[in-house]
C-alpha cells in the first residue's frame, strides 16, 4: 500500500469481489480482493479504517497525479453535494476518501483503489470501495 506522487494514466477497472462493508464486516479490517486485469491473479488487500489509504485531495490537487475531470469521467469519485463539502469537493457517496496504490503479487501491474469510510448514518459504519483501476 503506498501513496501515488507522479502522474498516472487509467486503463481499465479490476473487477472486485465485494464493494460494501457495514459496521462489524468493516472493523477491525476489510479484506477486499480484485482480479487483475492482465493475468487474472486474484490479489487481496486489507482496509484498516481510521489507519489505510491517502487522502483523494491529493490526486487531483493541481492535477499532480489524475485530474478531476479524469477522477469524474473513470466513475471513481463524484462531486460532493453542497451539505458534505467539509469532505472535499469530490467524494464517493458523500463520505471521507482516501486511496492507496497497490501491485498485483503476480505480474506487478499497478492498481490504484479508492474507498470512503464513515457514519452514514448513527450506528450505521461504511466502508465502501469505489473501485480498483489499473494505471500505468
Known amino acids: 500500500m503506498y501513496s ?3 502522474k498516472i494514466n487509467i486503463t481499465e477497472k479490476a473487477s472486485v469481489e465485494k464493494n460494501s462493508f ?17 493475468c487474472r ?9 481510521y489507519e489505510s489509504g491517502f487522502p483523494i485531495f491529493q490526486v ?36 471521507p476518501t ?8 503476480s505480474c506487478h501491474s499497478k492498481y490504484i483503489c479508492v474507498f ?4 452514514k448514518q448513527p450506528g450505521l459504519m461504511i466502508l465502501n ?3 480498483v483501476w489499473k494505471y500505468e
Do not use: W
Not at 457495514?22 to 492482465?38: K, Q, R, V, Y
Not at 482516501?98 to 503479487?105: A, E, N
Open 60 to 95: 487531483y490537487n493541481e492535477n499532480k497525479v489524475l485530474s478531476r475531470e479524469e477522477l469524474l469521467k473513470h466513475g471513481i469519485v463524484n462531486k460532493t453535494s453542497q451539505r458534505m463539502l467539509h469532505f472535499g469537493e469530490l467524494t464517493v457517496n458523500d463520505q
Open 41 to 49: 491473479h486474484k490479489n487481496t488487500v486489507e482496509i484498516v479504517p
Open 98 to 105: 482516501l486511496y492507496f496504490g497497490t501491485d498485483c503479487t
Open 116 to 119: 470512503s469510510f464513515g457514519e
Open 4 to 6: 501515488i506522487s507522479e
Open 22 to 38: 457495514i459496521n462489524d464486516e468493516a472493523l477491525p479490517s476489510a479484506i477486499i480482493t480484485f482480479s487483475c486485469g492482465h
Open 129 to 131: 470501495i469505489s473501485g
